[in-house]
Nanobody, 118 residues
């Protein structure tokens, strides 16, 4: 059974930092691209950042230079370091695992709330 468990969300002031974690189980890390997505109230879910099994990364333009995605395949864990947070970063953040060879094997965590407000 595949599980993705996010943690690290919370309330932070503008300009602050948070680090999200996603602990995965039931998947072979080398077979999955991992990503973080977010969904703000009334908006569609959007890509924040992705990282390949080999460590290549891609970011949404809105977070480039502020967010950093990383992973440790041995620990089956992915992180999202978020710096210089803005109110528009407020959303539920979801961890995602996409299999390299099957579109059916696409898994989501339950989400963690990030709120940026003074």
């Amino acid at each position: 059974q595949v599980q993705l468990v996010e943690s690290g969300g919370g309330l932070v002031q503008p300009g602050g930092s948070l680090r999200l974690s996603c602990a995965a189980s039931g998947i072979i890390p080398s077979l999955y691209t991992m990503g973080w997505y977010r969904q703000a109230p009334g908006k569609q879910r959007e890509l924040v950042a992705v990282i390949s099994s080999g460590g290549s990364t891609n970011y949404a333009d809105s977070v480039k230079g502020r967010f950093t995605i990383s992973r440790d395949n041995a620990k089956n864990t992915v992180w999202l370091q978020m710096n210089s947070l803005k109110p528009e970063d407020t959303a539920v953040y979801y961890c995602n695992a996409k299999n390299l060879f099957s579109t059916v094997l696409d898994f989501w965590g339950q989400g963690t709330q990030v709120s940026v407000s003074s």
